[in-house]
């Protein structure tokens, strides 16, 4: 009994079959037929500001659920603004899918009116894209692009749509099977290889585990939990893996890299065996390559075979889901606790022991001052509103190094950042996906000043949905990690990173119709963020801090990460 | 330092560009590239010959496997594969070496395509630094012009050839979307 329909209405028929329960856009000329099948269909449009803000919603959503996150954007323009989220979500691994609409087929390559060669420009920026040809192939390339973003190591999938086969009608036969030869997923690991991981977990007399992003993207929290209880493993958590393991945990240290902690760090350092997770030994967490866990034996354990030995070649090389081979890794370990643990028992405790003591004697650095709001203070204060359960979504820059630092994590999918492209203006945006997703969840959106002027058209979004996002604007009139770096090597030859146009935050909320204020004496943050998170609409605050603070510790460019900057250093 | 691919590609669209791309993206400068369909009319084998550090030999080729359209990216080596290439040569010579080149074409296994009063085409085909020789010999004589084919491969293990199984295949369960999701609301 097939129907006949449109392109468009099988699109929307695909969507819902992937059980999309919203998705992001802004229509345009050639996605006209797939805004007029909408008009009366269920599926959940929200209409953002900007397209590049559609993918971030689209991601914010993705990284809060784990689901496909969908947007879409019409031809020429439309697809390009998409290209800053695309490569975003590609850096970080996140399931999207695009859809873009294209000029109809008889005018493509005639340098059409908003005509670009979407299927071209995208390629390198997405796991896989399409350009439909005919009518026939729609179901299939819609369920293969949900099946590739969703699959193996998760991704942006393109597809991009001429406006005549959203018109064309036809019979609508929907897809059962999906057959991609070429496309290989892999599942469990090794079992030799997850035998010889697990003897050297127990032979270990320093051993730390290092998870990141993969432990999320493949829902393993409780799987590494089960590990880290079962064999007391210390563990470190990247800035894409924050809430892998609660940040209240026992064995939990803090994240490390070029900003992490310095017990983090030295963790990695003194460690003799690294027992990574879902990581790609990015160049923001290992610093020097050559310096990094020089003492190390290496287990290794990624869903992506090209991963594996591309920065550091592992002892163990594991390629599998890390939720499957935590399941089968655990089980070892346990079978051989009894015979391997005692052996390693008292080193191991001396290990801990110092992990303590460093955590003591260098906890991050919390400074407050009775005239001016540390940016230190700000983030400690929204910890302590979070308690570890709040979403937060940030820009990038200080702010977010600050967050990553200071507010704990109890749960994964709480931290949504954009960890490997850096992308601005990622905040907000994001913070609206997240909040669609979770609409019973707190949210606060932390960005700059600088990151904020790049998203201020999301705050129509935000108050036509009515989203009661906490905007925290850490205001400290410049371009802070820049300045950083102007200051600390190149002579604090401050260059046009000074912001000195903030638009009066109580007026540009009361512009959109919402609430907002400034604070800027530390004795009334506390108030202000009370009634930010009481106000049951969203909030702007507006937060000036000072304006010269710097982020530390911090691993210089090329540096091995043992040698940390740990406090402000005189100005060269 | 060179390095041969076969790569086993998906005749879709945009394939080309995806292996190509991969490559530029990375750095690596693609020195040769043949392409052609296999068998199965679906399926195409592109030999490709790159410039790349040996120590990223494998990592060359863990990313073109990671590419959708992709059944298989193999490294070919002299020990383990047979490679060769043909090229098209026109050689002007002066009528008193016409002998000699036809001397020289012959100890390179070299066939006469073409020969006019003006000169030769020869056609000939062979390991990619035999046909170096080759050209540097007709050199020695005259002027010449020269089109190459780029290297094709083939393995002479015969695992290398065959794909890994399973070749996934998802099958779907239609399930009813929950009401409280969607909210039943049109978007009018």
């Known amino acids: ?572 | 330092m060179q390095q041969v691919i076969s790569v086993l590609v998906e005749n879709q669209p945009g394939a080309l560009l995806r292996v190509t791309g991969l490559l530029s993206a990375r750095g690596y400068n693609i020195e040769s590239l043949t392409v052609a369909r296999t068998i199965d009319p679906e399926l195409s084998r592109m030999t490709i010959v790159v410039d790349v550090e040996e120590r990223l030999h494998v990592q060359v080729i863990k990313q073109m496997n990671k590419l959708v359209n992709v059944l298989q990216a193999t490294e070919m080596s002299g020990e383990t594969a047979v490679i060769r290439e043909m090229i098209l040569l026109h050689i002007r010579p002066s009528h008193h070496v016409r002998a000699a080149v036809l001397k020289e074409a012959e100890m390179f296994g070299a066939r006469i395509v073409d020969s006019s009063t003006d000169g030769f085409a020869l056609e000939v085909t062979g390991e990619p630094g035999t046909l170096e020789e080759f050209i540097g010999v007709m050199k020695s004589y005259s002027e010449i012009e020269v089109t190459r084919s780029g290297a094709i491969a083939v393995s002479l293990e015969a695992r290398k050839l065959r794909l890994q199984p399973p070749v996934p295949t998802r099958t779907f369960v239609r399930t009813e979307i929950p009401v409280e999701e969607m909210d039943g609301v049109p978007n009018a």
Not at chain 1, 121 to 146: G, S, W
Not at chain 1, 394 to 423: C, K, Y
Not at chain 1, 499 to 528: I, N, R
């Open chain 1, 1 to 572: 009994m097939a129907q006949i329909l449109n392109g468009a209405q099988i699109l929307l028929e695909c969507l819902a079959k992937e059980n999309v329960d919203c998705f992001f856009g802004y229509p345009g000329g050639v996605t006209l037929p797939l805004y007029d099948a909408l008009y009366d269909h269920t599926v959940k449009h929200v209409l953002v500001r900007h397209e590049e803000n559609a993918v971030f919603a689209a991601e914010g959503y993705a990284r809060a659920t784990g689901k496909v996150g969908v947007c879409c954007a019409t031809s020429g323009p439309g697809a390009t603004n998409l290209i800053t989220g695309l490569v975003d979500s590609m850096m970080d691994s996140i399931p999207i899918v695009a859809i873009t609409g294209q000029v109809s087929s008889h005018l493509i390559g005639s340098d059409a009116f908003q005509e670009a060669d979407t299927f071209g420009i995208t390629r390198p920026c997405t796991k896989h894209n399409y350009m439909v040809q005919r009518l026939e192939d729609l179901p299939r390339i819609i369920h293969e692009a949900f099946y590739i973003a969703s699959t193996g190591r998760p991704g942006p999938v393109l597809v991009d749509i001429p406006k005549d086969i959203f018109q064309a009608k036809g019979e609508y036969k929907p897809v059962t099977t999906i057959h991609l030869p070429g496309y290989k997923v892999p599942t469990g690991g090794d079992a030799a290889q997850i035998r010889r991981a697990a003897e050297m977990i127990w032979q270990a007399e320093r051993p730390l585990i290092y998870a990141g992003g993969g432990i999320i993207a493949a829902n393993a929290s409780s799987q590494l939990r089960e590990l880290v209880d079962l064999a007391a493993l210390p563990s470190v958590c990247t800035l894409m893996g924050l809430g892998a393991l609660p940040a209240d945990h026992p064995q939990y240290i803090s994240m490390p890299g070029m900003h992490g902690s310095y017990t983090a760090n030295m963790a990695i350092t003194e460690s003799d065996l690294l027992i990574a997770l879902g990581v790609r030994f990015d160049d923001r967490v290992t610093g020097k390559l050559a310096a990094f866990a020089p003492n190390a034996k290496v287990i290794h354990v990624d869903i992506d075979p090209a991963e594996i030995a591309k920065n550091r070649t592992p002892d163990v090389p594991i390629v599998g889901d890390v939720k499957h081979v935590l399941e089968a890794l655990t089980k070892v370990v346990a079978e051989l606790k009894p015979a391997l643990q005692p052996a390693t028992a008292a080193p191991r405790a001396a290990w801990q022991g110092k992990l303590n003591g460093w955590m003591r004697q260098h906890p991050y650095d919390r400074p407050t001052s009775n005239t001016e709001i540390k940016p230190q203070h700000l983030m400690s204060e929204i910890d302590r509103l979070s308690a570890g359960e709040a979403i937060v979504t940030t820009d990038v820059g200080q702010h977010q190094m600050w967050s990553a630092q200071l507010i704990r994590f109890n749960e994964p999918r709480l931290w949504i950042n954009s960890g490997g492209l850096g992308a601005m203006g990622f905040g907000l945006p994001s913070a609206i996906g997240a909040q669609f997703a979770r609409p019973d969840k707190l949210v606060f959106a932390i960005v700059g000043d600088g990151g904020f002027q790049m998203s201020i058209p999301e705050l129509a979004t935000m108050v036509s949905y009515g989203l009661p996002i906490k905007i925290i604007v850490m205001n400290n009139g410049h371009l802070g990690m820049v300045r950083q770096w102007q200051e600390l090597f190149y002579h604090n030859r401050l260059s046009q990173v000074k912001l000195d146009c903030f638009p009066d935050a109580e007026k540009l909320a009361a512009a959109y119709g919402f609430k907002g204020s400034t604070v800027s004496k530390p004795g009334d943050l506390a108030a202000a963020l009370d009634v930010a998170i009481r106000e049951p609409g969203p909030y702007l605050l507006n937060v000036m801090v000072t304006q010269f603070e710097n982020v530390y510790p911090m691993v210089p460019a090329g540096a091995a990460i043992s040698e940390m900057v740990l406090t402000p250093v005189a100005v060269a």
